[in-house]
């Protein structure tokens, strides 16, 4: 389960080369409550920013929202400075922007901890309340992934088989899941009973042979599984 949030608000830092989208980001956050503590434009200055605040007396942030591509190069600096600071703040949520869906930064930035992580489509930030809701997950210690990103990877691991076992309805449920969807959001969105649902999730983990573990998030690692496979 993700980690309860603090009663104050959501401490987050942005990093985004576009001036404009980086004011936008901020805004559209603050007018929902958190509380941007800043802002940078490439990798390496984020990086440096989480460590700063983490040696602050404020502490480090809850959540970081990255650009997957920016300066110097525009390739995967965004990637690389969040996997970095998965390995150097843990306890910081890291949630990557991309133009389109790229599966090797997905698989890169899912390849460790499953753990407060996040991978959206920069459209989605213009559903603003799935935006914030997805922001304020990945600080909870929660996974926010794109639908366009798990179908990709969904549609990826169907070709080598690893999921063949699955139902089509099992997979179904293993996308919202992988979405971060809770079993009550997937049977609503399914239109199909609690008890349904959580019969196919506990199909899914049987058949991707997934125990249960009190150290793992089993609703991501029923998608991470194949991409290690």
Do not use: W
């Not at 979405?179 to 199909?192: P, Q, T």
């Amino acid at each position: 389960m993700p980690a309860e949030l603090p009663d104050a608000p959501l401490r987050v830092v942005i990093a985004e080369d576009s001036v404009l989208l980086r004011e936008g980001l901020t805004r559209l956050l603050t007018d929902r409550g958190l509380t941007v503590v800043g802002t940078v434009e490439d990798g390496e200055a984020l990086v440096a920013l989480v460590d700063e605040l983490a040696a602050s007396p404020e502490g480090a942030p809850d959540v970081v929202v990255a650009d997957v591509r920016m300066p110097p190069t525009h390739t995967d600096e965004g990637v690389r400075a969040c996997i970095a600071l998965r390995e150097r703040h843990p306890g910081v949520g890291t949630l990557v922007l991309s133009q389109y869906v790229e599966e090797r930064y997905a698989s890169e930035l899912l390849a460790g901890s499953t753990r407060g992580v996040g991978y959206l489509l920069k459209d989605r930030v213009a559903e603003v309340r799935e935006f914030v809701d997805a922001v304020t997950r990945v600080a909870g210690g929660g996974t926010a992934l794109d639908p366009e990103v798990v179908a990709q990877l969904l549609g990826r691991s169907r070709k080598r088989d690893v999921l063949a076992d699955l139902t089509p309805r099992e997979r179904e449920v293993l996308g919202l899941m992988a979405e971060g969807r809770s079993n009550a959001a997937v049977a609503r969105l399914l239109v199909v009973s609690d008890g349904a649902v959580e019969k196919h999730v506990s199909n899914i983990f049987a058949k991707l042979g997934l125990a249960q573990s009190p150290e793992d998030h089993r609703r991501v690692l029923a998608v991470v599984a194949y991409l290690n496979s």
